[in-house]
């Protein structure tokens, strides 16, 4: 592995840093990764790597190998397409319901919040390297929001199932540091979409807010190249 460095010594900076790198096939499928080694490359302490290893392999990107040593596990283009397509049915699912409920004031507020911590982010028209977490999490809490909103738990479990496999959660986010421009515009369009989202919620127009949040799941694979990012694996 190259030398890289993160934008943070925090869990959430390292998974970043290796999920990137997993992308551009800096870490190639078989690549045996250890807490030591990693540590040193990225010039942070063994308790981040740690738990961004966990992480990953609860996105599907790394497996055990041996006690301690983790490896990139091998995927293909097909097999995040399907997962990233079903996360999208699932959570229009989810959103469909909610809108035919109404959004209780407690989502509305959460949802609220997630836009207008989106609309920060974006307002300087340009990123930083610390935005990539800010971003990562504020959207991870915008799709919790919609579906743990729903009254049951049977969308919210399939999710979670799928979100095993890789680059399906809505918080595998893989943004190319090298190209920030590029990804600010590409973050936009997302934070539209989140907007459009609320908007169709607010109406309570069901069958729109379903389909806005299928189209949402795939602006990490077809819209990056509409920005001169190379189309394929989210990022």
């Known amino acids: 592995m190259d030398p890289i460095k993160p934008s943070g010594s925090d869990?959430?900076?390292?998974?970043?840093?290796?999920?990137?790198?997993?992308?551009?096939?800096?870490?190639?499928?078989?690549?045996?990764?250890?807490?030591?080694p990693v540590a040193l490359k990225l010039g942070v302490s063994r308790t981040p790597v740690r738990l961004a290893f966990r992480a990953l392999e609860q996105e599907g990107l790394l497996s055990k190998a041996g006690k301690r040593g983790y490896e990139v596990r091998s995927f293909s283009e097909a097999d995040v397409r399907a997962a990233v397509e079903v996360r999208g049915t699932l959570e229009g699912l989810a959103a469909r319901h909610l809108a035919e409920r109404g959004m209780p004031p407690a989502v509305r507020q959460a949802l609220a919040e997630c836009l207008a911590e989106g609309a920060a982010v974006l307002a300087k028209g340009h990123l930083v390297d610390e935005d990539i977490g800010r971003w990562g999490r504020l959207n991870q809490r915008f799709h919790d929001t919609l579906v743990n909103a729903h009254e049951s738990r049977v969308i919210a479990d399939a999710i979670a199932r799928n979100n095993h496999l890789p680059f399906a959660s809505a918080d595998s986010l893989a943004l190319d540091r090298s190209a920030l421009p590029a990804e600010y515009q590409k973050l936009r369009i997302?934070?539209?979409?989140?907007q459009l989202v609320f908007d169709a919620l607010e109406r309570r127009e069901s069958a729109r807010v379903e389909m806005l949040m299928r189209e949402h799941a795939w602006v990490g694979f077809r819209y990056g190249q509409l920005f001169g990012l190379p189309d394929g694996l989210p990022g």
Do not use: Y
Not at 11 to 36: F, M, Y
Not at 190 to 194: G, N, P
């Open 190 to 194: 997302a934070q539209l979409q989140h």
């Open 11 to 36: 869990s959430g900076s390292v998974v970043a840093t290796l999920r990137q790198l997993i992308v551009n096939g800096r870490l190639p499928a078989g690549e045996r990764l250890a807490e030591i």
